[in-house]
């Protein structure tokens, strides 16, 4: 059994509520990949953003439903925080992995992008790769979002 005790910014939670009676929904955590590729050399750029309600805890990149790497968390998008005001962490909610997949075997492969809130929380974005010897990788044939 592990214990954590985890910081929650409960004014920033409160201050995200609507105020006067507006029915605006937004989900507690948010997830957008802008971009998933493989370049010529054989690396992964993968690029987004991730908000939540409750502190994140981490990015984490799978292939073929295995951890493979976590993404650099807490890069600048002031066009997040522009858009997504209400999240405490708008404004440092961007990620970035650049990580070489070339010993990877050819064949279509399953990108995983996880974001985890320190509550256990998570949402994922699933992109399909074709790696070929040819070409790393094709375009992103195939996108799903995902929330637990």
Known sequence: TAKKSVP??????????????ETAVR?????????????AAGILHI???AVCLAPMSSVQILVDERKFAAA????????????HRE???ARHSGF????????????????MVRSIAATGSFRES???????????ASVTTRRKSNVQ
């Open 96 to 111: 970035a992995l650049h990580a070489d997949i070339r010993s990877l075997a050819q064949g279509d492969r399953l990108i």
């Open 126 to 136: 699933i992109v399909v790769f074709t790696l070929s010897a040819a070409r790393p």
């Open 27 to 39: 989900p507690p955590m948010q997830l957008c990949v802008d971009s998933a590729e493989v370049d």
């Open 8 to 21: 929650i910014d409960l004014d920033a939670v409160r201050s995200a509520v609507p105020l006067n009676n």
């Open 47 to 49: 690029i987004g953003w």
């Open 87 to 89: 999240y405490p962490n």
């Open 72 to 83: 650099e968390y807490g890069i600048t998008r002031e066009d997040v925080a522009l858009s």
